[in-house]
């Protein structure tokens, strides 16, 4: 069994989820957010390397001021000390990749805190994709790289600029909910990730759904531009 390096996950659905359920759709970012641990252990467990969640994009500021602040405060919520905690023993590295300064003050001191704290584990490295967007990133690398006064690059500097220069690039993509598009996440770095997509909702993506996946990329044959070596 070959076991992805990183997997990426655009974990979508929750509204429709708690919709179809006569809910509203805050509950289902609730009952969302309870998949993201579940999921993180069994990737842990399963020796993936780097476990991305796409949680928040730099266009979902768009959405109703209500279901901004509440998904603004769910990281204060649940990276608290116990939760924080529950992922350091488990060796589950807290990472955190996107825009820090627009969201709320506290909201960047819980996910802060919560890289701080795990920042000494070794096992999977949980990044949360919040107020990610790869435009916003390149951007922000380009305005970096114009600060420093740079006279040329190579895809080396550039991808040390990413907020992702400390992670691979993805092998598995999983997209839930139903649509196969890629909204803005992580366009560098998937240029030769496997993708895969399914229906279920992300309240309802347990671990037999991540190993379901995991059986799928199996069926791959990845070339990276080359020629099957068998
Ligand atoms: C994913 O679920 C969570 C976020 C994007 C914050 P959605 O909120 O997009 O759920 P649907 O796609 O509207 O059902
Ligand atoms: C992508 O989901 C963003 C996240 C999962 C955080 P969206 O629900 O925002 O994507 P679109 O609008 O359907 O493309
Ligand atoms: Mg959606």
């Known amino acids: ?36 641990k579940e999921v993180a252990l069994k990737a842990n467990a399963l020796g993936v390397k780097y476990l991305t969640i796409y949680c928040f994009s730099t266009e979902n500021w768009k959405r109703s001021k209500s279901e901004v602040n509440y998904l603004m405060k769910m990281p204060e919520r649940l990276l608290n000390n116990k939760q924080v905690n529950n992922f350091k023993n488990e060796n589950i590295i807290l990472n955190h990749i996107g825009r820090k300064t627009k969201m709320p003050t506290k909201t960047w001191a819980a996910i802060s805190a919560a890289i701080n704290e795990t920042k000494d584990n070794s096992g999977l490295v949980l990044t949360f994709a919040f ?13 970096q790289m114009l600060t420093a006064q740079l006279s040329t690059i190579d895809e080396k500097i550039l991808f040390n600029y990413l907020y992702t220069q400390n992670l691979p690039d993805v092998d598995l993509m999983i997209r839930c909910g139903g649509e196969q598009r890629l909204s803005n996440f992580l366009l560098l770095q998937n240029r030769y990730a496997e993708l ?29 531009g080359g020629i099957d070596s068998d």
């Open 131 to 143: 107020d990610y967007g790869a435009i916003e990133e390149l951007i922000a690398a380009i305005n």
């Open 1 to 36: 069994m070959k076991i992805p390096q990183h997997i990426a996950i655009i974990l979508d659905g929750n509204g429709r989820w708690a919709t179809n359920q006569g809910l509203k759709r805050t509950a289902g970012h609730e009952e969302g957010a309870k998949r993201i």
């Open 196 to 224: 895969y997509f399914t229906k279920k909702f992300w309240p309802e993506f347990d671990e037999n759904a991540l190993w379901a996946a995991i059986l799928d990329y199996n069926n791959r044959s990845r070339r990276f």
